[in-house]
């Protein structure tokens, strides 16, 4: 019996989201600090990619709500990221959209998980 990968992307994606997540939530924090830190953009950009890689592989195998969660997480997070690059604007969809990564994430996982036992 073949092994499927979904879970790897699963996990990459869940973890990717989370990462990400707390970088929005912890960076401006430390921001505040003396410690020469400031904001890069393209850290946004590689969490944005490293999601958009997992989510390509997992919406061709998991239900229509999964996916649609999936995708419009993803958009919001391509929005705020390329807003914040080229605008230079801060939006917010950038939460919603980690958090709706992380749900999505988790109930595929779960989704596929039940299915194979």
Not at 35 to 64: C, Y
Not at 74 to 91: G, P
């Amino acid at each position: 019996m073949k092994k499927s990968t979904t879970p790897f992307y699963d996990i990459l994606g869940i973890s990717s989201a989370t990462i990400c997540l707390v970088h929005c939530l912890v960076f401006p924090l430390l921001t505040v600090l003396p410690l020469g830190l400031s904001h890069n953009s393209f850290i946004d950009l590689l969490f944005a990619t490293m999601g958009l890689f997992a989510i390509f592989k997992i919406i061709k195998k998991t239900s229509i709500l999964i996916s649609s969660i999936l995708i419009i997480s993803m958009a919001l997070i391509w929005i705020s990221v390329l807003t914040e690059l080229f605008l230079d604007i801060h939006l917010d969809l950038i939460f919603i959209g980690g958090v709706g990564m992380i749900i999505g994430h988790l109930f595929n996982y779960k989704f596929h998980k039940n299915r194979n036992h």
